[in-house]
C-alpha cells in the first residue's frame, strides 16, 4: 500500500498531507490540491504525455529534467515545491557513499530558509514520516540546515550570496533554486549548473519576475522547459476583492508579484542585469515600529525624502554608509523604506504633511543623519520649518538639469557598486521600472512610469526619488543649509 502511494506523487501530497477544505471564488466549499500543484507534481514524475501541458515540445512521459514555476504571490508555490522535495527524497534513495542530495538555495539566507523550515515542519508533524529522520544531528534529527532519511536521502539548504561558495562542489541531484531571477549569472554558470552534471540531476527554477537579460528568463522561454504559469488569480482561494486591494496598494508589486509579468526594460535607466549584480543583497531592515517606539541607531545615516501631491505618495530612504572588509569600499545599504498612502483628491494637504513630517522628525531623533535631501518642488516653506529642527538637510527644487544631475548621480554610484538594497526591497523594484528618453536636442529625460491600461490604478516612483535623493546627498553640498533653486 505505502510503495503504491508513492509510486503517485499526488496521491502521496493528499495521503501524507491533508489539505484543509476552503470555499472557492464562486461560495463552493473544496478540498485537496489544485490542478496546477497536481499538474507540477505529476510531470516530474513519469505521467501520461498527452495530458503534460503544451509549455514545453518535449514529453514522452518520462520525469522533466528542467522546470520553470513563475507562480504568483500566495499561489501556493512553496508548500508545493517542500512536498514534491519530501516525495523526491523517499522514492530516489542513495547509497553510503553516494546519498540522494536535494538542495535548497537561494541569493538570500532567509528565502531559502523559509522552504526548508516547510519542509522540516511537513516531516517531522507525521507520524510516519517523523520516524525516517536519521541525522545529522547526533541524536538522529534534523538540523537549521539540513535532513538526513533512513534510505540515504537527504535535503539541504545553502545560501548563495554575492559568489555562491556555500553551495560549491556539492553533487545534487534535485536542484531547487528560489527567486531565480535574482542569483548572479556567474553563479548560475560557475556553481549551480555544474553540480548537476555528475548526476544528470533535475533542476527547478521559481522566481518574481526581475528583467529579460537573465538567465532565468532565458530558461522561462527555453522550450525544452516545462513551464508553467500561475497568476494570483488562478489561485482558487484568493478573492477578487483581495487582488483589488493589492492592486490598488502598489500598482508595480501587483504586476510583478501577483500577475507575475515581465516589465518592459528596453529604455530602463537601471537595467536589472546591473542592479542584480550591483545592488542586490540581503539583510533585514530597520522597521517601521523601531522608529516609532523611539530607538536609536549608531552609525552614519543619509536620508531622501519626496512629498507627495495629488495622485503621488509621501516616501522617504534612510541608507547607512559602511565600509567593507575587504578593499573598504564605501557601501551604502538601504536601511529603512517608508511610503505614506496615496494623497487622493479629498486629503488635506495640511493633515498629510503633518503626519509625513511628524515621521520624519522621527527618523531625525532615530538616526544620526550626516546629510540629506528633500524634494522642495512647491514645498519650499514646509523644507524650511523641517529645517529648525534638521538643518543639516537640504531642499532641492526639481528643475530639469537637476533631474538629470540626480539620476546620473545615482546611475554612477550603482555601477560603481557602492548602492546595497535587498532584492524584496518595493524601492528595487521602483529602480528596475524607470525609463529614460533622449530629446531631440540629445538631451536626456526620465518621463514618470507609465501603464498600457488606462483603468489601472497609477504606477509611482515616489520610493525611487526618496532613495535617490539620499544618494544624492552623499555628495557634499555646494550650498549646505539653503533650499537649492536650479
Sequence with gaps: MFEDILEDPVLFAEAFFPFPEYTDKEGKPRSGPYQYQSDFWNAFA????ALCPSYTDKCDGTPHKRGVLL???QSGKTTSVAIFAIWYCLTHPGSILTPTQVLITSVGVNTSMVMFRAIRSLVESHPLLAPSVVGPDPHGRATRTEIWFSNNSRIAVRPLGHTGATARGLATHL???DEAAFVKEDIFTGVLFPQLAATNGALILLSTPFGKDHVFYRCFTNRDYWVKI???????KITDEILLEAQQLDPLIFRQE??????????AWFPTALLRERVTDDFVQIPETDILLGKHFDGEFYLGGDFGKRGSHTAFA????????VGGQERYRLVHEKQFPMVGEKDEDADIYRRATDYLLALGRAFPIVRGCLDSSNNESIVEQIRVSLPQLEGINLSEPKVRDIMTNARNMVEQGKVRMPYWSA???EFAVQQYAVGEKGTLHFPKPTIRDPKAPIITNDRLWAAILALYSVRTPTTPGRVTKI
Design 230 to 236: 500561475i497568476k494570483s488569480r488562478d489561485c482558487p
Design 427 to 429: 524601492t528595487l523594484k
Design 71 to 73: 507562480w504568483g504571490r
Design 258 to 267: 501577483y500577475e507575475v509579468e515581465f516589465l518592459d526594460e528596453a529604455t
Design 318 to 325: 534612510i541608507f547607512r554608509k559602511s565600509l567593507e572588509v
Design 175 to 177: 536542484l531547487i533554486v
Design 46 to 49: 513519469p505521467h501520461d504525455s
